[in-house]
């Protein structure tokens, strides 16, 4: 099982999931009506390291986080 | 890196920025302040932040900085900024003025694309995200 979770603006919970890459966490958030205005213009981060890779294997335990678009300062 | 919750107290800061560096030898120290305008009828700016990744690439940041025998410094302020207050503020030292101004503009432009910071504007009370002037961050779209 992993955890996904919802940074910022995005205001969801977290959610759980069973997922071996990140391909699957796609597939499985693009079926959440809530996130469809989100998930192309987030950039994703596992266990607080960025990631590009769809494919990036996915471990009991992870944490995924979505990060919507940023403006600091 | 120093987070902050409300306005930054950019005297203290910077002052003690330069305390710390005093014999350190640098040649040039270039100051970025953001301050908060009145404009649109807000109150304040409110933000969030991300504080892994954003130490993150900060960490990188204090990296690149070093290759080139400077220092960059950072202080950004979490939850509510109001008006004509400071919510960020950065710094680079160096030994010569060229590389700290190149550095400072890379940095401020970097950050304002890539850090983990979420703007909301706040009238009446309420936070209303910024989302007509923030950046998709690199990599965005992956899950799409």
Redesign the interface.
Known sequence: MIKVEF???IAKAPVEMEAAT?AD??AK??EDSTLTQW???????LN???????STALKDGDRV????????? | MELYSGSLDTKEIFGRWLDEQADSNYGAYISFV?TIRAEDDIEALS????E??LQ?WFDAWQERAKAVGAVVKMA?AIGDVPVHTS??VSAVFSPKRRVALELIDAF?ED??????????DVKNGERI???D????????????
């Open positions: 940074l910022g603006p990140l966490v796609s958030l693009k998930l192309d213009k987030c950039a994703v981060a607080d390291t960025m990631v590009n890779d769809l986080s979505i990060l919507p678009p940023v403006c600091g300062g | 953001g933000f969030d932040i991300y892994p990744v993150q950004h919510s960020y401020v950050f304002k694309a890539n850090a983990p910071i979420w703007k909301y995200y910024a989302a002037r923030s950046t998709a961050m690199d990599g965005a779209g992956l899950l799409a």
